[in-house]
């Protein structure tokens, strides 16, 4: 019984500490120039964004952080040729989604594509 304890343990920690790794991506680099799409929205609706998934392992990362009392992500997926991230406008204001196309977590962005969203 104490031999599976201390597995369970073991399991339990070697998990955890996957999980902190793989949230502890580096931040992203300087970003190159890429399209600035504007949307204008009332609190309560649904915004989605689309962006075109990459190639040869390369992915879109979130650059900076978006105000959380503005704009709250509700989910993400593929869809089709896309990745398409879904956002609740959940109070007034502006707020920017900012994304940079990396291989993997690495810092060098290859493209980039913003998102002004104004939630009124």
């Known amino acids: 019984m104490r031999r599976r304890s201390t597995l369970l343990v073991t399991m339990i920690a070697a998990l955890a500490s996957a999980a902190v790794a793989a949230a502890a991506a580096g931040p992203i680099g300087p970003l190159p120039p890429g399209p600035v799409t504007t949307i204008s929205t009332p609190v309560g ?36 040729p896309n990745v398409v991230v879904v956002f609740k406008a959940v109070g007034k204001g502006t707020t920017k989604a900012v994304y940079g196309l990396t291989k993997g977590e690495t810092s060098k962005a290859y493209a980039s594509d913003t998102f002004v969203v104004t939630v009124r």
């Not at 075109?52 to 959380?68: D, E, F, H, L, S």
């Open 45 to 80: 609706s649904l915004v989605s964004v689309a962006l075109p998934k990459g190639a040869q392992g390369r992915v879109w990362r979130q650059k900076g952080t978006i105000n959380q009392k503005v704009l709250q992500q509700v989910n993400e997926a593929n869809v089709g």
